[in-house]
């Protein structure tokens, strides 16, 4: 079996990607547009254009599994800028025969009531959570039809080490300084929180079990904390009094999207916020022993990054 890996994107869950290839002992090739970036230890890096099919299909000949962990500049450029990168990337899973282990989020499901679980229906009817959902189930159908092979692991909002630009750790900047911050929705309705490296451990994990591949996963995730309540064990973790933690007001969207792009695409996906918004990650740990890491070392870990970020 080759042990080289194609990592596409460097970002936060690119590099703990790559970092946990490395750990197992596999060649992990790290890809973004410039090729430069924080040094993975263990990890070679190549510039590429992550839409590029033929160039990613070069760097991925022979490769064991190729890894979207794109993340897009911003939430107004998704509806161009996703169809070409997975057309790319499902491209180079057929071509290479690598296994395209895909890092999803829980957008497709839409507003549901009570925990999500792999089991529920993609049934986002917004741009983004419904573009989303299309792009996994292209992947289902080419995996069923045998023209490729493909997984995907799906997390919620992103805590840990490289992490700055999720909601809690841009709250964390404010809440380690001691000043108090504000969040969006309400603060004390329970949201999941995924460890950045608990996605790659995920994704790392599937794409080398073929009983996983065809299907979706949830990245192993702590019990759901409220945005209060994870900003407050954030504080605590690294010795820092807790703050007030209050909610924008509700007009910030409304108003506010009529000049800032992002404020307006944020009206879609407000509702994660506004009610319990939680992931149920036990069909991974049930079927390969994960669990997530333990909740005071993510605190501390997001902590120690609001410090320097």
Not at 54 to 70: E, I, M, P, R, S
Not at 155 to 180: C, E, F
Request: glycine share 8%.
């Amino acid at each position: 079996m080759s042990h080289h890996h194609v990592v596409v994107g460097a970002g936060p869950v690119g590099q703990a990607t790559a970092t946990e290839l490395v750990r197992r002992g596999e060649e992990a090739l790290l890809v973004s547009r410039s090729g430069s970036g924080p040094e993975v230890p263990g990890a070679r890096r190549e510039a590429a254009d992550a839409a590029d099919a033929d160039a990613l299909t070069k760097l991925a000949d022979g490769a064991a599994a190729v890894y979207n962990c794109v993340n897009p500049p911003s939430y107004d450029v998704w509806p161009t800028y996703w169809p070409p990168v997975a057309d790319a990337l499902a491209t180079v899973a057929e071509r290479t025969g690598a296994v395209l282990a895909v890092t999803g989020n829980l957008y497709p499901y839409g507003p549901v009531d009570g925990p999500m679980t792999e089991d529920l229906p993609d049934a986002a009817t917004g741009v983004k959570g419904a573009l989303r959902a299309r792009m996994w189930a292209d992947l289902e159908r080419r995996h069923r039809d045998g023209l490729l092979r493909a997984v995907e692991v799906r997390g919620a909002d992103y805590m840990g080490p490289g992490v700055t630009g999720a909601h809690i750790p841009i709250a964390a900047k404010r809440a380690v300084a001691g000043k108090s911050t504000r969040v969006f929705g309400d603060p004390h309705a329970p949201h999941s929180m995924t460890d950045v490296r608990d996605m790659a451990v995920a994704l790392v994990t599937v794409a080398a079990e073929p009983s996983a591949w065809g299907r979706v996963w949830h990245a192993p995730t702590n019990p759901a904390r409220s945005q209060a309540e994870t900003l407050d064990d954030v504080c605590r973790a690294i010795g820092r009094p807790p703050v007030r933690v209050r909610s924008w007001p509700a007009a910030m969207l409304s108003v506010g999207g009529l000049v800032v792009p992002l404020l307006r695409e944020m009206r879609e996906t407000v509702y994660q916020f506004q009610r319990p918004y939680v992931l149920d990650s036990t069909a991974i740990t049930e079927a390969f022993g994960l669990t997530p890491t333990p909740w005071d070392e993510v605190c501390r870990a997001t902590g120690e990054q609001a410090l320097i970020a």
